[in-house]
């Protein structure tokens, strides 16, 4: 995949290119990442490339000649244009996972008060991260790539992207790591007793409970598994030890000893 950002501040992309996991997806050629700085293309003898809009209004406004005359350099057949917009759809993991399939991106960011609206007429969706306001497109565009990168084959280990929060409507479960106690705090004895397919149901359980606590806007409409129904039941009932997970732990003695 190539990823092309439009910008004023092409500087601001130098560190999120040299870091971690995008540093060494580029390195492995499984994305190429370009900036081209809008500013190079205006006609306007003082370089400007913003001006106060018409009609009046507070702020100034993308001029749509430099920004049209950039895009130019950088679209081909295949490219989707995106516009980073607090107007736009609200970005998420479906849209990150679609967007993982394209062969090029043209990532356009704006700022100061917007763009020209003959701009949009270019450009094959806008796209939110929320609904507030930011000063620019570029921090929006590095969490778009970020997102959209981190999906592409050779990125990063499969086994990494198996369950991650949103991938099956559901937040991640807990992780944990060792000492296996610290300070007081004692990881859960389940995930010692060497029993992957109780791990995997008391994390499926895990996974439950904290849409409940924390995001109960996603469990609106959702198909629950024949599984998932019955991890429910235990939750309502506040079975923290259930007769499976008992059993998990009496079978995994040797492991927890």
């Not at 086994?159 to 949103?166: A, M, N, P, T």
Request: aromatic share 8%; glycine share 6%; with cysteine.
């Amino acid at each position: 995949m190539r990823i092309d950002f439009l910008t004023l501040f092409p500087e601001l992309f130098k560190p999120f290119f040299e870091t971690s996991i995008i540093k060494r997806a580029v390195s492995k050629k499984v994305v190429s990442l370009r900036v081209s700085n809008i500013r190079d293309f205006t006609l306007d003898k003082n370089y400007r490339v913003d001006d106060y809009p018409l009609g009046g209004g507070a702020g100034l406004v993308m001029k749509c000649q430099p920004i049209l005359d950039c895009l130019k350099t950088v679209r081909k057949e295949e490219s989707k244009v995106i516009y980073l917009s607090p107007k736009g759809q609200v970005f998420n993991q479906k849209m990150a996972k679609e967007l993982s399939k394209e062969k090029h991106l043209i990532l356009l960011c704006g700022h100061y008060e917007g763009i020209d609206e003959r701009v949009l007429k270019q450009v094959n969706l806008e796209i939110s991260l929320g609904d507030y306001i930011l000063t620019g497109g570029e921090l929006p565009a590095m969490v778009l790539a970020d997102a959209v990168i981190r999906l592409l084959d050779g990125a990063i280990s499969e086994d990494s992207l198996d369950i991650e929060s949103f991938d099956n409507g559901l937040l991640e479960y807990p992780q944990y790591t060792f000492p296996r106690v610290y300070e007081g705090a004692e990881v859960p004895p389940i995930l010692l007793c060497g029993n992957h397919e109780a791990i995997k149901k008391w994390r499926l359980k895990e996974q439950l409970k904290e849409t409940m606590k924390k995001r109960p806007d996603l469990l609106v409409g959702r198909k629950y598994s024949k599984l998932e129904l019955s991890l429910l039941k235990e939750i309502e009932k506040g079975e923290e030890e259930p007769a499976w997970y008992l059993e998990a732990l009496e079978k995994g003695k040797k492991f927890l000893d």
